[in-house]
């Protein structure tokens, strides 16, 4: 008597056709996707006019200097610290009623100064920040 052993064949999975699917509903993905451009930020650029004067209102002025002391309203200010600088800024707009505090840096200060500059503002509660630049002369 002979026994035959009974082979059971691996069942196999086909990628071919799977691939093939896959590559259609891809390109089916790419024909149908409609790609639209969106700002991240909002933002109305000012105009300016050179007629007219701007009318200035009250202003704590503070300048950084090449080495990163702060100077505010022409007063040295102890510290380099955001809080320090935050305390000088309060104290130079005791007197006014939401002030502009506008930023004048040397162009050798580094960034980090600057910086500090906008934090003591907000720290101060003061939400009106400008950093003036000088023009180039050709």
Known sequence: MSFRKNYKEDPEINL??????????????????????HAELQINLPSADTDKQ??????????ITASGQFVVNKSAVAGTSANDLAAAMRRAGANFKDPVV?????????????????????????GQ????????RR
């Open 16 to 37: 071919i056709p799977l691939i093939d699917v896959l590559l259609v509903i891809l390109i089916f993905l790419m024909i149908t996707t409609t790609y639209s451009k």
């Open 54 to 63: 701007p009318t200035r209102p009250s202003e704590i002025v503070v300048a």
């Open 102 to 126: 506008i930023i004048n840096g040397d162009k050798a200060a580094n960034l980090q100064a600057a910086v500090t500059a906008m934090e003591a503002a907000r720290i101060a509660g003061y």
């Open 129 to 136: 920040v400008s950093i003036s630049t000088q023009t180039s």
